[in-house]
């Protein structure tokens, strides 16, 4: 049985979040432009961030693959032709596409570059892979809807060459690997654009057509009225059978996600990977840690998804649409000053007030803040506005890219 450590491959929404990703244990990212890709409201990356991105992973010894996974139509076709002659000068590590005339453009214009299939293309079974694979392919993204045991099968009638990669923790969608009409429907806006509104996650009511403005819920049992809203996917505690089934990079979503969650993510996964590859039974005995470290950034509750059957109603929350939120994000250390460290602020908070330091080597210190002042070295005590810029003094030092968050008790 082929038994290959797989890539953990996070998202990326800004330079900032990608430099995380990278710290915190990411083997690969991937990112999206200004154009093309599939989450037009993430603040996605300018040209110049682009090419600073991709030398910092590079520098890094890590990979980096870009979206392109729109559904194209016509007048789409030269300005993704030309976006491709631009990405051929900068060098990432591959196209991340779903449609086969942008794909077939990708191949024309810059072939040294990977090409992997977007889960946007639907791929449930192994003559598609092999499809992509002949046209030159070398990674295709399964399906959210494939089971455990269909991407075994697709492993084994695919040539070892062909990469796997699937999705093993974030959002789900409730239509066909994303392929949703309804945002278009509502507010004009679509998702096979990159704009969805996201309104598998709004609240629903019925109207009885000669009740006119008498609105109903609509409930199950009385447990609520958000029919659409899946939880969370969470594969942390399956990582063997992820390894097993020959899966080659497990995917994160989530590239419109705070720095805080692609850190608690990736080194929470980075951890569980390498116990397990160290030692299984080490890491069948930290299961417990791992889910509670991966529950310290925003979540919808967890589930595993269509990888053990199809998901039922206990894998939809009934009785919300806001995540569960334990820990507020602070910020990240930059460079130091005069024995205090530079912060852009991210949310408040004060002098006194007790908060946490996570690491990328897995420690997290529960600190006091002792001192805070603006960037011209006034004292201060709190920083009350939005990306403000301030220099903290936490009584430890610090290095960049530590992550500053604050455990709220109560939650959302």
Same mark, same amino acid.
């Given at each position: 049985?082929?038994?290959?450590?797989?890539?953990?491959?996070?998202?990326?929404?800004?330079?900032?979040?990608?430099?995380?990703?990278?710290?915190?244990?990411?083997?690969?990212?991937?990112?999206?432009?200004?154009?093309?890709?599939?989450?037009?409201?993430?603040?996605?990356?300018?040209?110049?961030?682009?090419?600073?991105?991709?030398?910092?992973?590079?520098? $890094?010894?890590?990979?980096?693959?870009?979206?392109?996974?729109?559904?194209?139509?016509?007048?789409?076709?030269?300005?993704?032709?030309?976006?491709?002659?631009?990405?051929?000068?900068?060098?990432?590590?591959?196209?991340?596409?779903?449609?086969?005339?942008?794909?077939?453009?990708?191949?024309?214009?810059?072939?040294?570059?990977?090409? $992997?299939?977007?889960?946007?293309?639907?791929?449930?079974?192994?003559?598609?892979?092999?499809?992509?694979?002949?046209?030159?392919?070398?990674?295709?993204?399964?399906?959210?809807?494939?089971?455990?045991?269909?991407?075994?099968?697709?492993?084994?009638?695919?040539?070892?060459?062909?990469?796997?990669?699937?999705?093993?923790?974030?959002?789900?969608?409730?239509?066909?690997?994303?392929?949703?009409?309804?945002?278009?429907?509502?507010?004009?806006?679509?998702?096979?654009?990159?704009?969805?509104?996201?309104?598998?996650?709004?609240?629903?009511?019925?109207?009885?057509?000669?009740?006119?403005?008498?609105?109903?819920?609509?409930?199950?049992?009385?447990?609520?009225?958000?029919?659409?809203?899946?939880?969370?996917?969470?594969?942390?505690?399956?990582?063997?059978?992820?390894?097993?089934?020959?899966?080659?990079?497990?995917?994160?979503?989530?590239?419109?996600?705070?720095?805080?969650?692609?850190?608690?993510?990736?080194?929470?996964?980075?951890?569980?990977?390498?116990?397990?590859?160290?030692?299984?039974?080490?890491?069948?005995?930290?299961?417990?840690?791992?889910?509670?470290?991966?529950?310290?950034?925003?979540?919808?509750?967890?589930?595993?998804?269509?990888?053990?059957?199809?998901?039922?109603?206990?894998?939809?929350?009934?009785?919300?649409?806001?995540?569960?939120?334990?820990?507020?994000?602070?910020?990240?250390?930059?460079?130091?000053?005069?024995?205090?460290?530079?912060?852009?602020?991210?949310?408040?908070?004060?002098?006194?007030?007790?908060?946490?330091?996570?690491?990328?080597?897995?420690?997290?210190?529960?600190?006091?803040?002792?001192?805070?002042?603006?960037?011209?070295?006034?004292?201060?005590?709190?920083?009350?506005?939005?990306?403000?810029?301030?220099?903290?003094?936490?009584?430890?030092?610090?290095?960049?890219?530590?992550?500053?968050?604050?455990?709220?008790?109560?939650?959302?």
């Amino acid at each position: 049985m082929r038994k290959k450590k797989p890539e953990l491959l996070m998202p990326a929404s800004s330079l900032e979040v990608l430099k995380v990703a990278i710290h915190y244990g990411a083997d690969a990212v991937y990112i999206g432009g200004e154009m093309f890709g599939l989450r037009a409201k993430a603040k996605n990356f300018s040209k110049e961030e682009m090419m600073e991105g991709i030398d910092f992973v590079h520098a $890094h010894g890590k990979r980096i693959y870009i979206t392109a996974n729109i559904t194209a139509h016509n007048g789409d076709l030269e300005g993704v032709r030309k976006y491709f002659q631009e990405l051929k000068e900068m060098g990432p590590d591959a196209l991340i596409i779903s449609d086969p005339g942008v794909f077939s453009i990708a191949r024309e214009v810059c072939p040294e570059i990977e090409a $992997h299939i977007s889960t946007q293309a639907n791929n449930v079974n192994y003559a598609t892979y092999q499809f992509w694979h002949k046209l030159g392919a070398t990674r295709v993204v399964s399906a959210r809807e494939l089971s455990i045991e269909e991407i075994r099968q697709i492993r084994e009638h695919i040539p070892d060459e062909l990469e796997i990669e699937t999705f093993v923790h974030g959002a789900m969608c409730i239509s066909y690997s994303g392929r949703c009409l309804l945002s278009n429907y509502f507010t004009g806006r679509d998702a096979n654009l990159g704009a969805c509104t996201h309104p598998c996650r709004w609240k629903y009511y019925i109207m009885e057509e000669n009740r006119p403005g008498e609105y109903l819920p609509v409930e199950e049992n009385e447990r609520g009225t958000y029919i659409f809203n899946s939880k969370d996917l969470c594969m942390i505690e399956h990582i063997p059978d992820i390894v097993e089934a020959g899966i080659d990079s497990m995917k994160v979503e989530g590239r419109m996600k705070t720095a805080l969650y692609v850190a608690v993510v990736a080194r929470t996964y980075r951890e569980a990977l390498d116990d397990y590859f160290k030692d299984p039974a080490l890491y069948e005995k930290k299961i417990p840690h791992y889910m509670e470290e991966i529950s310290k950034c925003t979540y919808r509750q967890y589930t595993t998804g269509f990888f053990y059957g199809k998901p039922t109603h206990e894998d939809q929350v009934y009785d919300s649409n806001t995540y569960v939120t334990e820990y507020t994000y602070l910020g990240l250390i930059g460079e130091e000053r005069g024995g205090m460290y530079s912060l852009e602020q991210r949310n408040k908070f004060y002098v006194g007030e007790q908060i946490e330091v996570m690491h990328p080597d897995g420690r997290t210190d529960e600190v006091t803040v002792k001192a805070m002042t603006d960037e011209e070295g006034n004292p201060i005590e709190s920083c009350p506005h939005p990306k403000q810029k301030i220099y903290v003094d936490l009584g430890i030092a610090l290095e960049p890219l530590d992550v500053l968050r604050r455990h709220d008790k109560e939650g959302i």
